[in-house]
């Protein structure tokens, strides 16, 4: 079993930053995939960015440019630096953890709210 948790989620006006982060605890395989994911109210859960072990990265079309998601592999833990946010970045935030290799091993997060007031 794998236990994810988040923080830095919260309140901030548009054009400012957040960083959130996950740290990941119990049974961590050192190849796999961290990922941030949201869900704004009433829409279908999209992946933001991920990051394989090995540090490639890949970004929704819409926060390329805005957003930065790094990974310390010593703390089981990735981030999310989210900059020049929008009110559209609205939305609950998930990290996931899962393998590329065993489709079982996939884990998500609680959730982290972040609003983007105009």
């Known amino acids: 079993q794998v236990q994810l948790v988040e923080s830095g989620g919260g309140l901030v006006q548009a054009g400012g930053s957040l960083r959130l982060s996950c740290a990941g605890s119990?049974?961590?395989?050192?190849?796999?995939?961290m990922g941030w994911y949201r869900q704004a109210p009433g829409k279908q859960r999209d992946l933001v960015a991920d990051?394989?072990?090995?540090?490639?990265?890949n970004y929704a079309d819409s926060v390329k440019g805005r957003f930065t998601i790094s990974r310390d592999n010593a703390k089981n833990t990735v981030y999310l630096q989210m900059n020049s946010l929008k009110p559209e970045d609205t939305a609950v935030y998930y990290c996931?953890?899962?393998?590329?290799?065993?489709?079982?091993?996939?884990?998500w997060g609680q959730g982290t709210q972040v609003t983007v007031s105009s």
């Open positions: 996931r953890f899962r393998s590329p290799v065993f489709a079982n091993y996939d884990y």
């Open positions: 119990g049974s961590i395989v050192s190849l796999n995939v």
């Open positions: 990051i394989t072990s090995g540090g490639r990265t």
